[in-house]
């Protein structure tokens, strides 16, 4: 009974540590897609610089709130690279408190960035 105290203990610190890394890599593909997606937009649409507009084409995982997103330059013509950055605060996203017996977690995903030509 002790030792299945014990493991069980044990087994249930690893799965709680492991579900919130999966939260946060979640959390980062979708910061990473949402890069990407707005590079996209702001190289086809380059007079469309209203912020809404990139954040609304976040994914659901990620609190809007929480999110930054930067486009620059703000004035494009064709042939000039627009570089898009999006940064996340994960304070939302965590269960657990961090740092949690030792293992500390990131608190913000920030310097995600992607760069386009406009066309």
Partial sequence: MVEFAIVLTLSL?????????????????????LSYAAARHAAVYPTDNTNSTYKNMASPVLNQANLTVDVSPAGRTFGVPVTV??????????????????VSFPAQLSGIQTTMLTE
């Fill in 13 to 33: 610190i690893i799965l709680m540590v492991t579900i919130q890394f999966a939260i946060i890599g979640n959390a980062q593909l979708a910061v990473t897609q």
């Fill in 85 to 102: 950055t999006v940064t996340y605060d994960l304070k939302g996203n965590m269960f657990l408190p961090n740092p949690f017996l030792g």
